[in-house]
């Protein structure tokens, strides 16, 4: 089944910057108002293996922020696949706003407490019934569904370089699969000395495009989730300046890492730069209310 969502191109923005190099945003999203981004595309292919197994139903992991669970809870609401999230932490007397979409949704929440979630190998043998994805969608099925979002952008092929936020690899390894030679592809990742991100990175990726794919690991702002004063700040200038909103987890880090690259002179003039919003803009909610004049 096609998602309906994923039918029409990706809306692209140009940027209007003081370099040679032209940047474009893809603006993934703009796909959905709740279930935006990379996250869509990685479950594409988890969906299509659980389609053909005699699985009844898919589990998965992540924070009371995840957008992986919301996008998770979205895809089976709208393919009628019963699927259930274990959630890191003790049962809250409110739900995020995103574990209350996800339930929306028709997921069953599961919490569990932080040291019990450490070993989500115990949980799943305590489950063999359940069809598993990793958390954050990491893992070989992960990477299948960018074909789909390369025929969204049809203007992919013209640009020299593609930068994105990296969390798990997933999405970056998935760009090896739909880059040509001549493209490189930058990840900026949202964590502070993830040491075996590369080769995580690379094990998923098209081992033919591995010399092409560059992580920079100084844009953390802190560490994972962490997000200062500075950040809130930067995030409001490039509102203002581009119309542009973005997540406090992974684009905002993302895109400060491009604009820094860009004023270093990293790219070569008149480089054509690709830059993927993945989204998340629905865990900015975790903020207090008015922080982002764009919530
Ligand atoms: C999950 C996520 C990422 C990271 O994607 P990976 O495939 O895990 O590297 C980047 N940006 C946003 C907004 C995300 O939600």
């Known amino acids: 089944m096609a998602l309906l969502i994923l039918q029409s191109p990706i809306p692209l923005q140009t940027l209007q910057l003081q370099h040679p190099q032209s940047v474009t945003v893809a603006r993934l999203d703009q796909i959905h108002e709740l279930v935006s981004g990379n996250k869509i595309f990685k479950l594409l292919g988890y969906i299509d293996a659980f389609k053909k197994s005699s699985y009844t139903t898919i589990a998965t992991f992540g924070g009371a922020w995840s957008n992986h669970i919301v996008a998770t809870a979205y895809y089976c609401y709208l393919s009628k696949i019963k699927c259930v999230g274990f959630i890191r932490g003790e049962y809250p007397s ?7 979409l996800a339930f929306n949704y028709g997921m069953q929440l599961e919490f569990v407490d932080r040291s019990n979630y450490k070993n989500k ?46 969390g798990t690899g997933t999405t970056l390894a998935g760009l090896s699969f739909i880059t040509a ?20 990175t690379l094990a998923l990726a098209d081992p033919s495009k591995w010399s092409q794919i560059k992580l920079f690991h100084q844009y953390h702002f802190g560490g ?45 003039t008149n480089s054509k730069i690709l830059f993927l919003h993945t989204g998340g803009l629905q865990g900015n909610a975790s903020l207090p209310a008015n922080t982002l004049s764009f919530l």
């Open 181 to 200: 030679s001549q493209q490189q592809i930058i990840g900026i990742s949202s964590q502070k000395n993830n040491l075996s991100l590369e080769n995580e």
């Open 121 to 166: 190998d115990a949980i799943k043998q305590k489950y063999p019934n359940y069809f598993w994805i990793n958390e954050g969608g990491y893992g070989p099925l992960g990477v299948h569904g960018f074909k789909t979002l390369r025929s969204l952008i049809p203007s992919f092929h013209l640009y020299d370089y593609i930068v994105s936020a990296v």
């Open 224 to 268: 994972y989730a962490k997000h200062p004063p500075e950040l809130i700040q930067y995030i409001k200038q490039v509102y203002s300046k581009h119309q542009l909103p973005l997540d406090i987890v992974y684009t905002s880090k993302a895109f400060f890492g491009l604009e820094d690259l860009l004023l270093q002179n990293y790219f070569p």
């Open 94 to 100: 409110v739900l995020s706003n995103t574990l209350q």
